[in-house]
């Protein structure tokens, strides 16, 4: 059965700029973007940034076919895209 979370990730001090035009790239790289979320198990995926006096963070709602694959294969993976993503966050 699919399981969902949302959670928020604080982004490096600098890196919202990095961030916004990162996400800006995303529709022109679906194919890279498709193979990542299949190998994570995504079945829907949502990016959001908050900012606030605290800092800046990014809220991401997914909903997986397992949540602790998913955590691992991200944490673990060496696509240039996850790892675009994990060079922007604490």
Not at 30 to 58: N, T, V, W, Y
Request: overall charge neutral; proline content about 4%.
């Amino acid at each position: 059965m699919p399981q969902s979370e949302c959670i928020k990730v604080r982004l490096k001090p600098g890196m919202t700029n990095k961030f916004l035009e990162w996400a800006k790239q995303v529709p022109n790289r679906m194919e890279e973007a498709k193979i990542c979320m299949s190998a994570q198990g995504i079945i829907a995926q949502h990016i959001f940034l908050d900012r606030s006096p605290d800092g800046d963070f990014i809220i991401v709602y997914w909903k997986v076919e397992d949540l602790a694959k998913a955590r691992a294969v991200f944490q673990s993976s060496t696509r240039k895209m996850d790892l675009e993503m994990i060079e922007m966050v604490e």
